[in-house]
């Protein structure tokens, strides 16, 4: 008698890559076209997000911020999938994806006021097509899903993009939207972080599948796996996946292979789950020396441009956690009548409580 | 004016708004062709048809999820929850994403989505489908609930309820869908939102209740009748915001109260009114208000449902304690 033969197992994946470490083309194919001055703009806003981050770091050993979620090392996938989109596609963020959010459009204090817990950070302006970023993991990628539905049903040329990362990917809300998505063949791009740890617990915990990428096959979706930290392969990813949504030929999973280099948060202690070979491993990968050199090969970046735009970060950041800091604070009042549209009595008469 | 029933009543408001606002869908699982597994949509997606009243995949966080991110767009989803029990799946969604989404984004998005679903029990129905879950409801911030107990009411407060800005969680229950009919006007008219309704007059004792509940305080109230009690039925009609004025203006009169609940006994809607008319009523007061409630258990197999739930012989109990105290 001869065993079944298990049709649905598919293949291992490789991550597509355009660069390779040495910021060399090896890729051509998968190039995404861009002009010299995108490509300097690219690399601006890497080194811009890094040295954000570096600060952010500083200000909340200071206190003068609140939960932050560092994003050093994923500015690739960050910084280049945001750069892919048009300014009135949509994100539905997780709690990470802050530079995804200021790139869109949301001004860079009300960023810090979001850390600080001001609710203030999630006055979203109304021109700025983006969610406040999302705590409970994976709730998001439902939104997406919604306004992608929203999207389609108004005919707008549209995409909602969301993010999440591999312990998200591990979620029912992760499986259900995709789900959807391939049923009713909606315009969303799920974008998953994958870099390696859920706060603590690494990836081989998380799944026993080949990738997260091979996750799209269930839900009869597109499905890549991208290197997280090239930049150009991520824009590509997403770009075509946004082009895909906008022709109406549905949703896409964009596994992006990364790797924070920081801890989870301010409070976690990643030493104590990961090995500094690991660190170092990844370390050559990072996302700012592989596009650098490649600028630098093209003539279009030097030492100087990075530490200009060092400079500039590091005074935009000054600027606007004073902007923050300045701003009054909330009240329990102002708290009560954000509940509903019209604060019913027994919330007014609460109001007393705070006076 | 139509005789309908209160499932009729619905679908009636339902018919209303999608003619009325392109951007009201209705979505869930079985509502578009055969119109849910009590009809309430039936007829719908033949009228507006599939992209505005549609058939989703069976996942309960994703209905949630969807009418979350389609009222962010400005859409008016009513999502339904097939049964109660199901809410449990979608409790994020609904009592976390949409009932907080205009706090955390100051004002910026809301969630204009009503949640409906089927509760309650007295019909032999499977398990999960009967409980009483609006306690977990009351305790959320940011969401409303409603509870009709007649096809009048139902059609005027689901209207209310799609128009609203702010979620609705609009529970049906299941012993009433088909129970009786009544008068409902065509066409549009709403009945707000936070306001109860005096069912019944009386002088002696006030009946508080909501939902099926009302109906068996009405049967208590004749049986009151017949020793001479004169009972004022009180029906809550939405639980957030809660009428503590309709209340407070009836115990003025009566001086004795009653809170009728099918749901458990602690930390529930009565216990919470119970509260209040400390708050605001207990100098009028000549004895305890009293709560008459299914007990702290989980609600029973269909088998002892009867005698689990409130009877009128055990408010009339209760309207006599209350009276001899």
């Given amino acids: ?355 | 004016m139509a005789q309908m029933n209160m499932l009729e009543a619905i679908r009636d408001a339902m018919r209303v708004e999608l003619k009325r606002d392109s951007n009201v869908l209705i979505f869930g699982e079985d509502v578009g062709k055969v119109g849910g597994v009590f009809r309430v949509t039936e007829g719908l997606q033949e009228e507006f048809g599939e992209e505005r009243v549609f058939d989703t995949p069976l996942a309960e966080s994703a209905i949630g999820g969807l009418a979350v991110g389609m009222g962010v767009q400005g859409l008016r989803p009513i999502a339904e929850i097939q049964f109660v029990g199901f809410i449990y799946e979608a409790l994020d969604q609904m009592f976390i994403q949409a009932a907080r989404m205009r706090y955390r984004s100051g004002g910026r998005y809301n969630s204009p989505i009503v949640f409906r679903t089927p509760f309650g029990g007295g019909v032999k129905a499977a398990e999960l489908h009967t409980d009483s879950l609006e306690g977990l409801a009351v305790q959320t911030p940011g969401i409303k609930v409603v509870i009709p107990s007649n096809p009048y009411d139902a059609k005027g407060l689901m209207i209310s309820a799609i128009r609203d800005n702010d979620p609705v969680f609009f529970m049906e229950h299941l012993n009433l869908y088909r129970a009786f009919k009544a008068d409902v006007p065509e066409g549009e008219y709403t009945v707000e939102i936070g306001k109860a309704n005096v069912v019944r007059e009386g002088s002696d004792v006030t009946i508080i209740a909501y939902g099926m509940m009302v109906h068996t305080a009405v049967k208590a109230a004749a049986e009151l009748e017949k020793q001479g009690i004169k009972a004022e039925i009180i029906d809550l009609r939405s639980l957030v915001p809660l009428d503590i004025d309709t209340i407070v203006a009836s115990i003025q009169k009566t001086n004795r109260a009653i809170v009728v609940q099918e749901a458990q006994k602690t930390s529930g809607v009565a216990a919470e009114v119970i509260a209040q008319i400390n708050e605001k009523a207990i100098l009028h007061l000549e004895a305890p208000v009293l709560r008459v409630a299914g007990p702290d258990t989980v609600y029973p197999f269909a088998q002892i449902e009867d005698q689990w739930l409130p009877t009128p012989a055990r408010i009339v109990a209760a309207a006599q304690k209350v009276i001899n105290f």
């Avoid at chain 1, 690219?42 to 994003?71: C, H, K």
């Fill in chain 1, 1 to 355: 008698m001869s065993k079944l033969p298990y049709e649905v197992q598919t293949e291992p994946v490789t991550p597509l890559s355009v660069l390779s470490l040495d910021g060399d083309v090896i890729n051509p194919d998968l190039m995404p076209d861009l002009t010299d001055e995108q490509l300097k703009e690219i690399m601006y806003r890497m080194v811009f997000t890094r040295t954000w981050d570096e600060r952010a770091v500083n200000l909340g050993r200071q206190g003068r911020l609140g939960f932050y979620a560092p994003v050093s090392g994923q500015e690739a996938s960050m910084v280049g999938s945001e750069y892919a989109l048009n300014k009135d596609d949509f994100i539905c963020p997780g709690y990470r994806d802050m530079p995804q959010l200021v790139w869109h459009g949301l001004p860079l204090y009300q960023a810090f006021l979001y850390s600080r817990g001001h609710q203030h950070g999630g006055q979203i302006p109304e021109d700025v097509h983006v969610l406040m970023p999302q705590i409970i993991i994976g709730a998001q990628i439902l939104h997406a899903t919604g306004v992608a539905m929203a999207f389609k049903k108004k005919g707008e040329k549209r995409v909602a993009i969301t993010y999440t990362g591999d312990g998200g990917s591990s979620e029912g809300d992760f499986y259900e939207g995709l789900n959807f998505a391939g049923v009713f063949k909606l315009p969303v791009i799920y974008a998953v972080q994958n870099n390696g740890y859920a706060i603590t617990t690494p990836f081989e915990k998380q799944t026993a599948a080949l990738s997260i990428a091979h996750k799209a096959v269930a839900a009869g979706i597109k499905g890549v796996q991208v290197d997280g930290m090239d930049v150009l392969a991520v824009i590509k990813a997403v770009r075509d996946a946004a082009e895909l949504g906008r022709n109406g030929e549905g949703a896409t999973l964009i596994e992006m292979l990364t790797y924070r280099f920081r801890p989870h948060s301010m409070a976690d202690d990643a030493t104590k789950y990961r090995t500094k070979d690991e660190e170092a491993e990844w370390a050559l990968k990072d996302p700012l020396i592989r596009f650098g050199k490649f600028l630098e090969k093209k003539g279009l970046w030097t030492v100087e441009d990075t530490n200009r735009v060092k400079e500039e970060a590091k005074a935009a950041v000054n600027e606007n956690i004073k902007k923050a800091e300045a701003v009054e604070k909330m009240t329990v009042a102002g708290l009560i009548d954000t509940m509903f549209e019209t604060t019913p009595q027994h919330l007014e008469e609460q109001k007393a409580d705070f006076q």
